[in-house]
């Protein structure tokens, strides 16, 4: 078995679970139509091998494999010459940056699916690599040009706080038993998430903060997460505390994090996402003290396609025999 055969079969374990949708709930099955057309290829054979059959979009066209993470347009458009289609697949895990564009279709009926939890491993992955960066001091330490004193934190036996619990989330828990910290998982239900130390709701944010060593934000983007981590909070932190956000830009304020990071309100920052994104030559933050930018790359094309194909062939299984989807987006409560 490949290495890519491996990681697609093990991050489909961590995926979202499946929801088995019945009567009016369900999508009315038909052909599939792969779009834009020059991604469509490396696909085909997730289409058809699950029992679906791909046409060119017209009116036979019942659901969509959509393929480009930015040329969201030409789906919008699709929609509006085919509302024939039930179903789509969408190839990004979030769907903010898209939903009012979205939410239209959702609302005549048109069942989305997006990649979240698709991509779990790679954004855990990074998540990690950012914190054990942060804690043995990297920024600091790939800019010297003179031997240092020895300094630098140890992740064993630190209290980690996640902020969110999805596929991230619980993959980041399987990453990190090894350290043997304690976890913190905040979440807007008040479920307990198996794995974590303990769970409390997004109300109790505040209380876990102050006794956090890494605070990992990996959270929905939603009007209520917007500048979720603010001065107010980041003042909270223990001055040793780091923070990594690969989420969403816009859950962390970055006005407010250049001035803890400026006066050392907190030890370090990991971005894999920013706002603005991308962000721009010469802004601020490339400057800013014992901080980590990486330009969105906890997933790469290469890391992403083998796992996209993985939701392709459940979610064409679903619509053509099994009503079993996974990662049911809302375009109206925005992911």
């Given at each position: 078995m490949s290495a890519s055969s491996t990681q697609v079969q093990h991050t489909a374990r961590l995926a979202e679970e499946a929801t088995l949708?019945?009567?009016?709930?369900?999508?009315?099955?038909?052909?599939?139509?792969?779009?834009?057309?020059?991604?469509?290829?490396?696909?085909?054979?997730?289409?058809?091998?699950?029992?679906?059959?791909?046409?060119?979009?017209?009116?036979?066209?019942?659901?969509?494999?959509?393929?480009?993470?930015?040329?969201?347009?030409?789906?919008?458009?699709?929609?509006?010459?085919?509302?024939q289609v039930?179903?789509?697949?969408?190839?990004?895990?979030?769907?903010?940056?898209?939903?009012?564009?979205?939410?239209?279709?959702?609302?005549?009926?048109?069942l989305f699916t997006s990649a979240k939890g698709a991509y779990a491993e790679p954004v855990a992955e990074h998540a990690l690599a950012l914190t054990l960066g942060l804690l043995?001091?990297?920024?600091?330490?790939?800019?010297?040009?003179?031997?240092?004193?020895?300094?630098g934190t140890s992740l064993y036996g630190r209290h980690v706080v996640i902020i969110g619990a999805g596929g991230i989330a619980l993959e980041?828990?399987?990453?990190?038993?090894?350290?043997?910290?304690?976890?913190?998982?905040?979440?807007?239900?008040?479920?307990?998430v198996?794995?974590?130390t303990r769970t409390v709701t997004a109300d109790r944010l505040d209380e876990v903060l102050p006794d956090a060593d890494v605070v990992i934000v990996a959270a929905a983007a939603t009007d209520e997460t917007r500048g979720l981590i603010n001065e107010q909070r980041l003042r909270a932190m223990k001055e040793t505390a780091v923070l990594v956000n690969i989420a969403r830009g816009p859950l962390v304020d970055p006005d407010a994090l250049q001035v803890a990071l400026e006066e050392s309100?907190?030890?370090?920052?990991?971005?894999?996402?920013?706002?603005?994104?991308?962000?721009?030559?010469?802004?601020?933050?490339?400057?800013?003290?014992?901080?980590?930018i990486t330009p969105h790359a906890a997933d790469t094309p290469e890391m992403v396609q083998p796992?996209?194909?993985?939701?392709?062939?459940?979610?064409?299984?679903?619509?053509?025999s099994t009503g079993r989807f996974v990662g049911i987006a809302d375009p109206v409560r925005g992911y």
């Open positions: 949708l019945e009567g009016d709930a369900r999508p009315e099955s038909g052909a599939v139509t792969l779009l834009p057309e020059g991604d469509a290829a490396p696909f085909a054979d997730a289409v058809v091998a699950n029992g679906g059959r791909l046409v060119d979009l017209g009116p036979e066209t019942r659901g969509i494999v959509y393929l480009s993470a930015s040329k969201v347009q030409g789906l919008i458009d699709a929609l509006e010459a085919n509302p039930t179903w789509v697949q969408l190839p990004f895990a979030g769907i903010d940056n898209f939903a009012a564009k979205l939410k239209p279709h959702a609302e005549r009926g048109v043995r001091e990297f920024p600091r330490r790939l800019s010297a040009r003179t031997w240092e004193k020895k300094t980041l828990l399987d990453l990190l038993t090894p350290f043997r910290v304690t976890t913190t998982i905040v979440r807007a239900r008040d479920l307990p198996e794995g974590s309100w907190i030890a370090g920052a990991g971005l894999d996402v920013t706002s603005p994104e991308p962000l721009p030559d010469g802004h601020p933050l490339w400057t800013t003290p014992r901080l980590i796992l996209l194909q993985e939701r392709v062939r459940r979610n064409v299984e679903a619509f053509v």
